[in-house]
């Protein structure tokens, strides 16, 4: 079966200073959005969809996606502020993206597979692309999924991370994302947040790693207006992602289930974690 990887990547060029500044990893000196794509790519995946913005187009077409021509089918979807219902307008001063959420309601009409939606930003692990593409091929529109790293995997060795912490029914589906700030390891087999609440190492968390069928599309449009009636003149707030499938979880409009992995994720939150991110990549890569 076909299947679409979306990866959010409008905030790339701000987030790192251009394009040319992208970190490089491992022995053949790969971004974490290569490593994403190869694994992809490796897992059975026949297109790419990058969510970008218009003022980066030219320079990401010509140092990103150029490089994966032959290899997987390459699409774009744009991210922009103005892209918003009729009836609703730019506030004035406002250059903040509408968050996640938008990003992938971007791809509506652009992909038509069941696809997975991840951030440029993050590496998340050669195996974890064939679990959750496994469960794309199983079809089901009403149910997506998201994929669980085990907490002890996914933390810093130079200061506190937030993390959404999963909480899953007696099935395994999804009943909430709570969000932990400031969590760090305080002994063995355990973190703490910046309230001293205490997780095993084991504990599932989120890395905004999801498995969707198109049906949300549909989900993020309603949502996006419903989220704009209250937020339209805000210069800050965010339509995110994860509170739009949260809300379509409580509302019984759909399932989510927690596919856990065994898989260690490696991301930069500190300029520190640069050097732990290589040496995890050369190691393993």
């Known amino acids: 079966m076909k299947k679409t990887l979306v990866v959010m990547a409008a905030g790339m060029g ?15 000196k790969k971004t974490l959005l290569d490593f994403a794509v190869e694994d992809a790519i490796s897992a059975g995946f026949s297109e790419v969809c990058f969510v970008i913005r218009r003022d ?3 320079a990401f077409k010509s140092e990103v996606s150029k ?5 997987i089918e390459v699409s774009h979807a744009f991210q922009s502020l103005e892209s918003l219902p009729s009836g609703y307008a730019v506030p004035e001063g406002r250059t903040k993206p509408w ?12 992909v038509k597979t069941p696809f997975l939606a991840i951030n440029s930003d993050d590496y998340y692990g050669r195996g974890v ?9 199983e079809k089901n ?3 997506f999924a998201l994929a669980g790293y085990r907490l002890g995997n996914t933390l810093s060795e130079n200061g506190g991370v937030s993390r959404g912490i999963c909480k899953s029914d007696e099935n395994g589906f999804l009943v909430d994302v709570e969000e932990h700030s400031g969590i760090v390891k305080c002994c063995d087999g355990f973190a703490k947040d910046e309230f001293g609440e205490k997780f ?8 905004n790693f999801w498995a969707f069928d198109t049906s949300i599309f549909d989900i993020l449009e309603k949502d996006f207006e419903e989220f704009l009636r209250e937020n339209s003149a805000s210069l800050k707030s965010e339509f995110y992602l994860p509170f739009a499938v949260d809300k379509a979880v409580k509302s019984g409009k759909v399932k989510v289930r927690v596919v856990p992995n065994s898989e260690k994720w490696q991301g930069i939150t500190y300029r520190e974690d640069i050097e732990a991110v290589e040496k995890f990549l050369i190691e393993n890569r």
């Open 14 to 28: 701000s987030r790192f200073g251009g394009l040319k500044q992208l970190n490089k990893f491992g022995k053949d």
């Open 56 to 58: 980066i187009e030219e």
């Open 67 to 71: 490089k994966y021509e032959g290899k």
């Open 99 to 110: 968050g996640t959420g938008q990003a992938v309601l971007a791809c509506k009409g652009i």
């Open 129 to 137: 692309y064939e679990i959750m593409g496994g469960f794309l091929d």
């Open 141 to 143: 529109p009403d149910t």
């Open 200 to 207: 095993s190492f084991d504990t599932l968390v989120s890395m």
